[in-house]
């Protein structure tokens, strides 16, 4: 059955821009995808301001192949999610007044001082790497600034013409209290002007229509509508299509993000909680550094195929390793200064992968756990989403850790959560 308001042939667009690359897909008001495109993204951080320079030529890319796919003139919405707190500043128009500080980014620890004065104790704006740090480091060199802006949001106003908006969930390490829907009192106290702050919004809002001249350039009707979007996490998390109390979803990508379904919100800013409002819904959880990105620091994707199928997974690591590919953690430990644990590395490639994974499923378990002491219910089980998730192998020590079953999720892609965001704009508009 379509949803109230959606035609047969209406396409929804999400555009997932992540750390690693660029996704797209269409879907119809069923949900079926009809079309799906990616790029990949060579830059891993942006202190020169490569990864800014990537993020639009990507987006193009994979709009121009979706669009080859599937009819333009069909496509009635599109939203963005983005990497959460990964935070640029520029003028009226959009453009950058300096490169983005990334997600991971740990340089803004007197500004994290500063905020902690003020915050309340469990804020998800307190730490270096939140975004209201990043802001109050960028304010300060760029006094011109005029709009403060997640990965997400850049991307939506390129499409809309609007720098002024974003999402209850990209917001949410800015400072912005999603409980009463609003910016916090505490906030005035640092020396950062009012306008730098967006308009925010529920995720799925109908935020514009596509800039008429980039309509022309692809090919799509002037009337296609742009919606919030998400953080890639979350967006993830809507793929999945998890909404019962107690339902718990691991992302295995560059980094791991744990969340679990919650009635209530749980902030714990001392070790990297916190939790995003979606609806009535809470999702409590965090992100660890851990992931993807420290495994292909030492082996090749080639490597890894090679030698999945050869671990032992059933046995027991006697290596104790916490493996980051930097230093610095944010959950379940929140240390900017916590050092990686791979030492001692075994002579044999298998031995050193096992052990690798093993101590990142220990970190996960570690998450659920804490998450539960905390007041969230520990997962009955864990539906897995991610490049990651794909790994046998790693699927079954991560079980034998948790202690539950894991499973893998029909939808994978952020982009397919973020497409639902798109469809959810246009059928609460012809609805109300």
Known sequence: MLPAGAAAADLYVGIDLGTSGCRACAINGAGDVLGAAQQSLSAANDDQGLATALWWPSVVQVLRELLGQVSAQAIRAIAVDGTSATLLVTDAEGEPLAPALMYNDHRCRAEAQAIAAWAPADSPARGASSSLAKLLYLAAQHHDARHALHQADWIAGRLSGRYDVSDENNCLKLGYDPITRCWPDWLRRLPLPAHLFPEVVAPGTLIGTIQSSLARELGLSPDTRIVAGSTDSTAAWLATGARELGCAVTSLGSTMVLKVVCERPINAARYGIYSHRVGDLWLAGGASNSGGAVLLKYFSRSQLETM????????????????????????????????????????????????????????????????????????????????GAHNPAWQRIRQRALGVPVTLARHQDAAYGVALLARAGVTASTTR
């Open 308 to 387: 999945t199928p050869l671990l032992r997974a059933e046995q027991d690591s006697d290596l104790d390793y916490y493996p980051l590919p930097a230093r610095g953690e944010r959950f379940p430990v929140n240390d900017p200064d916590l050092p990686p644990r791979l030492e001692p590395r075994p002579a044999d490639d298998i031995e050193f992968l096992h052990a690798m994974l093993a101590g990142m499923a220990n970190i996960e378990a570690r998450g659920y756990r804490l998450l539960a002491q905390l007041g969230a219910p520990y997962p009955s089980a864990v539906c897995s989403i991610g490049g």
